[in-house]
């Protein structure tokens, strides 16, 4: 016959301590002794228990102890992003630091298909707007704790920083006369995939997309300079890998029009145009957005935003660890040697 498998109470029984004893032994180590938990623990193992069963837990007190943390883009991408892993990784650090769990939510509604999996947490950060929004309606539905990350929605939290303004300060020290031919390289501006933009009639808004506020900052500082602002000096990169943006780059910058001020929205497409500036030896002034290290390696003149800090204020946002309101964090304008 099938040996039963032990439960809480039974564990309990067998050890001559509470259920509570048990319990924390697993989900709360700091309330025990470090000899008392490890007995415990050893003993469990002995009897096959492999802790309280999460269900049981989230049906006694209503809590899960998960944080859902919902990616705009895919998590293929978002592991192999700089700026991404930094930002999980501040969450991650403060979810350790109080013994509660992460669960990555997929970015396409597919996936959300009869899995309820947006049910289980007890909380969400959701960092940057997804392309498919039906998502974050899906998570608004279940009337718990939502922190937005970089976008905003209504009635619910934010943490930013101010993104036109550090864009504008980077862009006015980049550019140094209306003679400038300057080409932005933007981040996902409007819904369509393409590269080149048709007109500038389609674009996100700056509360859906950050982008778009980095946008609206270099915007103002071309017009400052009295520096026209055509569509076609305008690119979207979007998911594609750093050869393809290289060769892309290649093209653009050995064509008969002179190229003099590049203004990356981000650190990794920025680092990418200044190898290729380096590679075929041309001057050329190249700034990027976020602060990530390969930056400060490079020479890269960029905005160093607090991406790790972002996570960490939004995971005890989360946690109900700090007030559950807007927040805006400080940036800073690193000169060096590519611009």
Known sequence: MERKKPTLKTVAAHLGVSTATVSNAFNRPNQLSKALRENILLECEKLGYTGPSITARSLRTGKTGVIGVLLADNLAYN?????????????????????????LLPSSSDNYQNTQVETIPDSFIVYGKPVDSSIINLILRQHKPVVAVDF??????????????????????????????????????????????ANLDNLYT?????????????????????????????????????????????????????????????????????????????????????????????????????????????AKMALGQLPYESIQLDTELIIRTSS
């Not at 290649?250 to 200044?274: F, H, N």
């Open 79 to 103: 592991f192999t992003d700089p700026v991404a892993t930094q930002f999980l990784a501040g969450i991650s650090k403060t979810l350790d630091e109080s013994h509660v769990n992460m669960l």
């Open 206 to 314: 700056s509360e859906e997309s950050v982008s778009r506020c980095r946008f609206e900052g270099y915007k103002q500082a071309l017009e400052e300079n009295g520096i026209p602002l055509s569509f076609e000096n305008v690119w979207q990169i979007h998911d594609l890998d750093e050869t393809t943006l290289k060769t892309m780059l290649r093209g653009t910058l050995t064509a008969p029009k002179r190229v003099d001020v590049l203004l990356c929205m981000s650190d990794k497409i920025a680092l990418a145009a200044l190898e290729v500036a380096r590679e075929i030896n041309i001057d050329i002034r190249i700034v990027g957005f976020d602060g990530i290290p390969k930056a400060a390696e490079a020479g890269l003149t960029t905005i160093q935003q607090p991406i790790e800090n972002k996570g960490r204020i939004a």
């Open 152 to 197: 905003a929605l209504p009635d619910i939290p934010s943490i930013n920083v101010d993104n036109r303004k550090a864009s504008y300060d980077i862009a006015m020290h980049a550019i140094h006369s209306s003679d400038d031919n300057v080409l932005i390289l933007g981040l996902r501006l409007e819904p369509s995939t393409s590269l080149s933009l």
